[in-house]
């Protein structure tokens, strides 16, 4: 069952405060009051709102400046005006300041109970519209499982294999290796796909907060808490939370994820009564869970009950004909960010970026290819244009430690940088770099001719 909707009512007049709280509530809604503008901006800031019932001729902050100011304030309310002073001149106003629709005084319950019911419509399509713009950028980002290789393809096999079951998934791997992308491949896949897809790191929250955030809390449950808050489990009812990072996960808060996994219900914090929740939890990590368990850092009973299936993600070290194509899909990805054409590689280069380790894995490679395409503004990425420690054929080779050399490398990364600051304006470097033109001139040729 659905919660009811929250409404909130400004009315310098209590009579009528007091007949629309007892309308609404009669009709299921949840309902809020304030006796002003002022009041009722507050209000918006402190409560969850759905819609708000606002009156035009009001003390301290009328209807229209409350219309004004709201527009300043995060929210996702509907206003309705309501005003006894009705007029064509004075409904136009309201609409162009962002009132949904408007009332005269007096007016009978069933035309505001109408007008509510056409404003949650049109709030229900705000909702789903952004649901689906949602749905899209996770369906755009699950475009960055690009690969080549045997082994990631077994991966994706698996995937697909386990998507459409209701079982927790636990990924493993590496930092960067695509954890979440394969995440919201399983939800893509699964029957839960039209459902919401939350993320949450669970190292990213303070320990003090992070129970509020997963199941959300009440209004006063703690110092600070001045609205209720929904919480991502709630949130995600029907859909999946992938839960990154999930060996961070407090030690005391374990056991209320385990109960969430058997019951499936939740209680928020400062809240008597529990609430059922449908959600399908897939959980990644970093460091070896196993491990973690064996020293104590976490509960032997949640483990199993996360590792019902286990994705593991190699690196990409043992992936290395999964490179070239990657290396490609970031060339074009971050080029149309740039608004600007694809550069080519050089082949001695893609062969240094297929012989580098990458220990940072996918990630650190979509950040060097956009870091790049920045400083490189050519048509064709060469040798040159790669970091130092890429450019080294063998990672363990031992480090040239020629202080000349370290110096003439610095100084061809900050020309690189000047340059495409300048957008290859090189009067303009030379006054950045604080050297002469020609200076500037005869370093890039020198520079040229060493490849």
């Known amino acids: 069952m659905s919660e009811p ?30 006796e002003d503008g002022r009041a009722g901006l507050q209000r918006l800031k402190d409560e969850s709102t759905d819609l708000v019932l606002c009156d035009v001729r009001m003390p301290v902050l009328g209807g229209l400046d409350f219309l004004q100011a709201q527009a300043e304030i995060p929210h996702d309310a509907t206003i309705i005006m309501m005003t006894a002073y009705g007029s064509l001149e004075l409904a136009m106003e309201c609409l162009k300041l962002g009132a949904y629709d408007y009332i005269s ?55 697909s294999q386990v998507a459409p079951a209701s079982s927790p998934v636990l990924i493993s791997g590496e930092t960067g290796t695509g954890k979440e992308l394969v995440a919201r491949e399983l ?15 669970c190292g990213a929250i303070p320990a003090g907060l992070i129970e509020s955030e997963l199941f959300g809390h ?25 839960l990154d990072e999930i060996a961070e996960l407090p030690m005391e808060l374990q056991p209320k994820l385990l109960r969430v996994l058997q019951e499936k219900e939740i209680r928020r914090v400062g809240e008597t009564r529990s609430r059922a929740v449908d959600v399908r939890i897939l959980a990644a990590t970093a460091v070896d869970l196993k491990q973690a368990v064996e020293q104590g850092r976490f509960r032997e009973d949640l483990y199993y009950r996360l590792n019902v299936i286990d994705i593991h993600l190699p690196p990409l070290r043992e992936r290395r ?16 960010k740039e608004k600007r054409p694809a550069p080519e590689m050089d082949p001695e280069a893609l062969e240094r970026l297929e012989n580098y380790d ?29 970091p130092w420690e890429v450019r080294r054929r063998n990672r363990d080779q031992l480090e040239d430690l020629s202080l ?7 100084e061809r990364e900050f020309i690189q940088r000047a340059l495409a600051r300048t957008d290859g304006n090189r009067t303009h470097a030379a006054e950045l770099l604080e050297i002469s033109l020609r200076a500037l001139l005869y370093k890039i040729k020198e520079y040229d001719q060493q490849g």
């Open 5 to 34: 909707l929250h409404i909130l009512v400004i009315d310098d007049d209590a009579s009528m405060r007091h007949m629309l709280r007892t309308m609404l509530e009669r009709a299921g809604y949840r309902v809020y009051e304030a």
């Open 105 to 159: 005084k007096p007016f009978k319950p069933d035309e505001v109970v109408l007008t509510l019911k056409k404003a949650q419509e049109r709030l229900g399509l705000k909702r789903e519209n952004r649901r689906l713009h949602e749905a899209l950028e996770a369906r755009d980002k699950s475009s960055e499982l690009v690969f080549r290789s045997e082994i990631m393809a077994q991966v994706m096999r698996l995937t």
């Open 187 to 201: 939800h893509r896949k699964s029957s839960r796909a039209d459902g919401p897809f939350l993320s949450l790191n």
């Open 218 to 242: 009440v209004r006063g449950a703690f110092t600070g808490a001045a609205r209720d808050h929904q919480g991502m489990f709630p949130a995600a009812h029907g859909g999946t939370l992938f």
């Open 321 to 336: 004909e999964d490179i070239t194509p990657l290396v490609s899909h970031f060339l074009a990805h971050y080029a149309r």
């Open 358 to 386: 990458w220990p940072g894995n996918v990630r650190e490679l979509g950040n060097f290819i956009e870091r790049t395409l920045i400083f490189c503004r050519s048509p064709r990425i060469g040798l040159r244009d790669l």
């Open 404 to 410: 000349k050399k370290a110096i003439a490398r610095m």
